[in-house]
């Protein structure tokens, strides 16, 4: 308990070295922004409640690429999974936690990033703040990862994220970004034919991350293609992804119809 009550001390003054070092880079003139390093204290107890809602966590399906309701532990699993990814969604989140405690804070600090353009977290439930949980290709019977799922390249649906990385794998799960943001009025043709460029020139314009744990970065995830490489090994990669929007009004769900293949009423239909 004494942990925890350290831990919530650390999250105001971390957000204000956070705004202090960021401020001046944010809108536009940098695709992402370098990493911050986390407290210990407040990482390992952002990093414990991840594991507590492990069990929580809803894997996706071959057919539609939906997400399905068994769990990440089910023994369905090796034949039922894409690949080696699985979230737990903001709903199924702790609403008194420290996880929640940081999505706020962490709210706050986007606001006063962009007071121009804004920062808004989606409106629906599934959306705002995730916990991404990520295994090697073929760990404990888990099939690898496609090239082209979500978390190959790609442009977010969202303006911004925010991403913590609260636990490392062993080796790869590097974040692959662009060094330069792409026009945001590009069309989904303009940005599939970048897409295909980068890929084709083995990315001549972008770069790897690879922050320790415990590491906090944004990205403006709308114009920048960016790409989680595969983890290996037996850790697995867990990240917290906080979700923003410019307008007040952005929700996965009004816009794509899901988020992961997942409702508010539950997963799409098979």
Not at 95 to 105: D, L, N, S, T, V
Not at 217 to 230: F, S
């Given at each position: 308990m004494m942990d925890d009550k350290k831990a919530e001390a650390c999250i105001k003054p971390f957000m204000e070295r956070v705004y202090k070092d960021a401020q001046e880079s944010i809108e536009g003139r940098r695709p992402y922004l370098s990493t911050f390093l986390l407290p210990d204290v407040l990482l390992e107890a952002l990093l414990s409640e991840a594991h507590q809602l492990r069990s929580r966590a809803t894997v996706q399906r071959r057919e539609r690429n939906v997400l399905s309701t068994i769990t990440a532990t089910d023994s369905k699993l090796a034949d039922a999974v894409k690949h080696n990814l699985s979230i737990v969604t903001y709903d199924k989140v702790d609403?008194?936690?420290?996880?929640?405690?940081?999505?706020?804070?962490s709210t706050i600090?986007?606001?006063?990033?962009?007071?121009?353009?804004?920062?808004?977290?989606?409106?629906?439930?599934?959306?705002?703040?995730?916990?991404?949980?990520?295994?090697?290709a073929g760990s404990s019977g888990l099939e690898g990862r496609e090239d082209d799922d979500e978390l190959g390249d790609h442009f977010d649906g969202v303006d911004f994220v925010v991403v913590v990385l609260l636990q490392k794998s062993t080796a790869g799960g590097e974040m692959r970004v662009c060094k330069e943001?792409?026009?945001e009025n590009w069309t989904e043709d303009e940005r599939q034919a970048f897409a295909k460029q980068e890929k084709d020139e083995s990315y001549p314009n972008s770069l790897l991350l690879d922050p320790p744990s415990g590491g906090l970065?944004?990205?403006?995830?709308?114009?920048?293609?960016?790409?989680?490489?595969?983890?290996?090994?037996?850790?697995?990669r867990i990240s917290l992804v906080m979700s923003f929007y410019k307008t007040p009004d952005g929700s996965y769900e009004k816009h794509f119809g899901s988020f992961y293949g997942a409702t508010t009423k539950g997963p799409e239909e098979m």
């Open positions: 609403k008194a936690g420290i996880i929640e405690m940081f999505f706020k804070e600090l986007m606001q006063k990033l962009l007071p121009s353009s804004g920062a808004y977290p989606p409106t629906d439930a599934l959306s705002p703040a995730n916990v991404n949980y990520m295994r090697a943001n792409v026009p970065y944004i990205l403006n995830g709308r114009c920048n293609m960016h790409a989680v490489l595969p983890p290996k090994g037996d850790d697995e």
